[in-house]
T-cell receptor, first 112, second 113 residues
Framework: QKEVEQNSGPLSVPEGAIASLNCTYSDRGSQSFFWYRQYSGKSPELIMFIYSNGDKEDGRFTAQLNKASQYVSLLIRDSQPSDSATYLCAVTPPGANSKLTFGKGITLSVRP | DVKVTQSSRYLVKRTGEKVFLECVQD?????MFWYRQDPGLGLRLIYF???????EKGDIPEGYSVSREKKERFSLILESASTNQTSMYLC????????????FGDGTRLSIL
């Protein structure tokens, strides 16, 4: 059973802090990794993707991938109340081509 | 930007009705997907299609069918709606090349009474 785990929620941080969201996956050969943001009542919106080990930065967001340890994380710097949402981690398992396996999400609350 | 359009934002139907949910994408994507999302259960794949007239079952296909007669349109059909099919339904599309992200429509919140 291919699994994507997001266990450390809900998460609450003060405005301006760094929010760290973690995700682990079970299938070692997974190829690509995505972070989606979902506001309450809305659909998921792609915010980051990463394919190679290391860090990838985009504005206040940094995705980190460690394939040896099978985890991917999302750091949000200078967190804003508008970042309050559920963040979904998604993984492409080997051989799945276009299908994604989603975690159940972590809810982030940024306190003003 | 990718645009995935779902025909209804909110829909209320009665048990036993045949329900059609429509999804259209404008980016010439080969792959299209139907999910349902329920609190505590996350996103669950119902069906997906990787080409016109092609379909594959996802994790929870029971009680649903799909149709893809044109590349841009993917329809989800509830053959005989039941109350346990009350949910948020999300359509997504992605290019045919491997390891691409999926792009979601706004979702249809379906209530079966």
């Amino acid at each position: 059973q291919k699994e994507v785990e997001q266990n450390s929620g809900p998460l609450s941080v003060p405005e301006g802090a760094i929010a760290s969201l973690n995700c682990t996956y079970s299938d070692r050969g997974s190829q690509s990794f995505f972070w989606y943001r979902q506001y309450s009542g809305k659909s998921p919106e792609l915010i980051m993707f990463i394919y190679s080990n290391g860090d990838k930065e985009d504005g206040r967001f940094t995705a980190q991938l460690n394939k040896a340890s099978q985890y991917v994380s999302l750091l949000i710097r200078d967190s804003q109340p508008s970042d309050s949402a559920t963040y979904l981690c998604a993984v492409t398992p080997p051989g799945a081509n276009s299908k994604l396996t989603f975690g159940k999400g972590i809810t982030l609350s940024v306190r003003p | 930007d990718v645009k995935v359009t779902q025909s209804s934002r909110y829909l209320v139907k009665r048990t036993g009705e045949k329900v059609f949910l429509e999804c259209v994408q404008d980016m010439d994507h080969e792959n299209m997907f139907w999910y349902r999302q329920d609190p505590g259960l996350g996103l669950r794949l119902i069906y997906f299609s990787y080409d016109v007239k092609m379909k594959e079952k996802g994790d929870i296909p029971e009680g649903y069918s799909v149709s893809r007669e044109k590349k841009e349109r993917f329809s989800l059909i509830l053959e005989s709606a039941s109350t346990n099919q009350t949910s948020m339904y999300l359509c997504a599309s992605s290019p045919g090349t491997a390891n691409q992200p999926q792009h979601f429509g706004d979702g249809t919140r379906l209530s079966i009474l």
